[in-house]
């Protein structure tokens, strides 16, 4: 970016002209701060527009698959992640969605988990009043086997800073009927959330046209 004229400068215009006048990438460009031999910025930051399809999607990544990019280093990886997280933090709590209830877990997970052929585990990170912080997508898997790694869940949870969580994955059969390891999960959910003081909300399986609750069993 220094060869460009000063005027052209993502961050002079920027600090001239507002950061509306920014586009996406030049935006994410200012996060890098750099690319690497024979790339800018800029051109690092399309990059890693394109690869993971829109800027929402970059915003949802696991910060160590940004590592894959050529230029892009832990520090990089890091300043984006903590960017995208404190946009999130500065929305007003109005415009989050809160988890009361099983069917608002099924409102917010359910998008993510219709339509697929593949079994995918969601977890939704929520804060102390139950506003929504993160809906992670955690793991994929083969057709109607439960994939729940609960030491994974419980770490993902709290690197996001979240007080209580709810889980959910989908039944590519269409079936909603629980398994005898899908209440074996929700068990083992419930239990290790109290041993690091986290709320466990509920665990749900989620088909095309309906969701059920998974209560613990053996």
Known sequence: ???????????????????????????????????????????????????????????RADPHTLLDEPGMGAAKAARVAAAFQL???????????????????????????????????????????????????LTEGGSDRSLVPVRDVLTRVLEAGGAAFGVAHNHPSGSAEPSDADRGTTARLRAAAETVGLRFLDHLVVTDTQWRRITDGP
């Open 1 to 59: 970016m220094k060869d460009l004229p000063e005027w052209e400068r993502p961050r002079e215009r920027l600090l001239g002209q507002g950061a509306e006048a920014l586009s996406d990438r030049e935006l994410l460009a200012l996060l890098l701060g750099s690319g690497l031999a024979g790339r800018d910025a800029v051109e690092l930051a399309a990059r890693l527009i394109a690869r993971f399809g829109s800027l929402y999607e970059l915003s």
């Open 87 to 137: 946009g999130r933090r500065a929305l007003p709590d109005t415009s989050r969605p809160r988890i009361a209830s099983s069917a608002d877990l099924a409102a917010v997970a359910g998008p993510l988990l219709r339509g697929l052929r593949q079994e995918r585990v969601v977890v939704v990170v929520c804060g102390q009043d139950g506003s929504v912080l993160r809906v992670l997508t």
